[in-house]
């Protein structure tokens, strides 16, 4: 999961972009980068860490240009942060490019080893992104005229990189002196959004993961980028679009309206605040199957994605709904923090209850999902602690029970306490005294109930269906193998910044 932003304005970019990862800092907190365009030279700037640790004045400052591209990155390989790993990343042969992307290539040790033996380019890391955008270079050489190109041959190139590409990919690129390019895998699983600005000046556009950042930016939505089709922004701000994919099917990630994406986000046609609402009101029949309802003192959510769910469970259930813990909103999101040593210590710090809620009370605890437990257990742990006298838990989302390959943290199967395990024990896992889980059928509702056309998902980490098609035991045990390596908490390099000027020539070779 990363957020990324493209922008094309008639005014410098470097404060829109910033302010945009701001908006879009929940979906990575590993590292930021900007790179801005000036003429035919690129200016970028990434480091580790939030975005307000990255960027200082000097820094915006030398982001100059009125088009630009922004990333924030969290890692999903399981490994310590390689700096060299931080986007967008860069290359210029035959075009100067720079690309940041969300998501995750799941060919990438085949198309890398096609890089070196067939293309003749040279992967520096051990990134996927970086793959991505060699195979995109690679095919605008090919679809190029000379070294020139026109909007016929960007396209040609897209459409390249979906034969080439499996897996879950959205993008945003510049190529120097040409303009600003986004991209959507054929199965759309990861979001991507763009809208417009009116100026005197002239029309400017924004491209982003979620439509939160252009309505915090005053852009107006245009519209989702459909699954496979490109969108190619000129240097002149003319907008053409294109459909580069044979097959291309909507299948979105059902885990960003669980817990990914900000309430506040409108994600392909879905108000994701009304589908956790609709998550709620559906898990709510599935409480009252489960547990007697007159046993339930008080609903309680875990902060902050699970609140609107519950407070919709608890209406249903005519039961009260209370705010039993306050987040200390200065701690990362737990679920992306690597390691689960860090990741115990940080629920005490994120987390505080307000005791009075839970003391000689029999609460049900409402969570967005339940992926390793680790949260969950100490949550429990809390509430009993707070005089809690029984401890109910539901969840609105399914059991994870399979990795997710396409751009999420949950990888390993060794990880996933639903892997291999019924309800109960679960439940006795994490110390509650019954546990609820949401229906994967009533999940996929409470989104296709806000749009009807919209009816197929990746759900892989639920059911273990994979849209691309190409997963199988022998990838999971390769993936599972790269988390078994040990982590490094500070390698040296994760203290560094990087700031880069990247003078090109038009088509510029190495």
Not at 216 to 236: C, H, M, N, S, Y
Not at 341 to 358: D, I, W
Not at 377 to 406: D, H, L, Q
Request: hydrophobic share 40%; net charge negative.
């Amino acid at each position: 999961m990363c957020g990324i932003l493209g922008v094309l304005a008639t005014s410098p970019v470097n404060q829109l972009l910033y302010d945009g990862l701001m908006v879009l800092q929940h979906r990575g907190q590993d590292s930021a980068g900007i790179a801005t365009a000036e003429g035919n030279t690129f200016h970028l700037h990434k480091g580790p860490g939030l975005v307000r640790d990255v960027f200082r004045t000097r820094n915006m400052r030398a982001l100059p240009g009125n088009c630009g591209i922004g990333h924030v990155r969290y890692p999903t390989a399981g490994s310590a942060f390689n700096f060299a790993e931080a986007q967008p990343f860069y290359v210029n042969s035959p075009f100067g490019i720079v690309l940041g992307h969300n998501g995750n290539l799941t060919n990438a040790e085949q198309l890398k080893e096609e890089m070196f033996r067939m293309d003749r380019r040279h992967i520096n890391t051990n990134s996927d992104s970086e793959v991505l955008l060699n195979v995109l270079a690679h095919e605008l050489q090919t679809a190029a005229h000379g070294y020139e190109l026109d909007v016929d041959s960007i396209f040609q190139a897209v459409a390249g990189v979906h034969r080439r590409c499996r897996g879950a990919y959205a993008v945003v690129a510049l190529i120097a002196g040409y303009g600003l390019l986004a991209f959507r895998d054929p199965h759309g699983i990861r979001p991507l959004i763009y809208g417009r600005n009116e100026t005197p000046q002239g029309t400017e556009y924004l491209v982003a993961s979620e439509s939160v950042a252009l309505d915090t930016l005053g852009f107006e939505v245009v519209r989702d980028i459909e699954p496979g089709e490109a969108i190619f922004i000129d240097f002149k701000h003319q907008l053409h679009s294109r459909q580069c994919a044979q097959q291309p099917m909507y299948s979105p990630c059902l885990f960003e309206y669980v817990y990914l994406a900000r309430p506040d986000t409108v994600m392909d046609g879905v108000p994701v605040y009304e589908a956790r609402l609709a998550m709620g009101e559906l898990l709510a029949e599935k409480v009252k199957q489960s547990i007697p309802v007159e046993e339930i003192d008080v609903v309680i959510p875990i902060p902050d994605s699970s609140r609107p769910s519950a407070m919709e469970l608890a209406q249903a259930l005519g039961i009260p709904f209370r705010e039993g813990f306050v987040k200390n909103r200065y701690v990362g999101r737990t679920f992306i923090m690597p390691g689960q040593a860090k990741r115990r210590k940080s629920v005490r710090q994120k987390l505080n209850t307000v005791g009075h809620e839970f003391k000689g009370k029999r609460v049900l605890l409402v969570d967005d999902s339940i992926v390793r437990g680790t949260t969950s257990r100490e949550i429990v742990e809390m509430a009993r602690a707070a005089g809690a006298t029984k401890v109910y838990f539901a969840s609105a989302a399914p059991p994870v029970r399979f990795p997710n390959v396409y751009g999420i943290d949950m990888p390993t199967r060794a990880e996933l306490i639903a892997t291999g395990r019924k309800e109960s024990e679960i439940a006795s896992e994490i110390g509650a005294d019954a546990l609820v889980y949401q229906d994967l059928a009533a999940l996929k509702q409470s989104v296709t109930r806000l749009r009807a056309d919209l009816t197929e998902f990746d759900a892989s980490c639920f059911d273990g269906t994979y849209v691309t098609g190409d997963i199988d035991d022998a990838y999971l045990d390769h993936l599972e193998g790269r988390h078994d390596r040990p982590r490094n908490e500070d390698d040296g390099e994760g203290r560094a910044s990087h700031q880069m000027v990247l003078g090109l020539a038009n088509g510029g070779q190495e």
